[in-house]
């Protein structure tokens, strides 16, 4: 009975089982990919904690910009309510 496996796929997967350099150098290309991927994700983490202080930064602004309006607003309130 013929083998219901392709002759190139046995012979690739024998292959895998010995070592030999290519195999070394495969292990090297997937660390190297592994460790660009882990700059990618260290890249990515500091751009998010970047934008994040400056969302931050800007919440802060706003909110002290409100508040000092809004402590005007009371002051005139009391001038006219003291005036009575």
Do not use: W, Y
């Amino acid at each position: 009975m013929p083998s219901s496996r392709p002759q190139n796929e046995s012979a690739t997967s024998d292959s895998s089982h010995t070592p030999n350099a290519t195999n070394d150098s495969g292990d090297e290309e997937i660390a190297d990919k592994r460790l660009r991927q882990l700059d990618d994700v260290n890249s990515e983490t500091a751009l998010s904690s970047t934008s994040l202080v400056i969302r931050s930064a800007l919440f802060d602004e706003a909110l002290a910009s409100g508040l000092k309006q809004r402590i005007a607003e009371m002051r005139e309130r009391l001038s006219r309510l003291a005036g009575c």
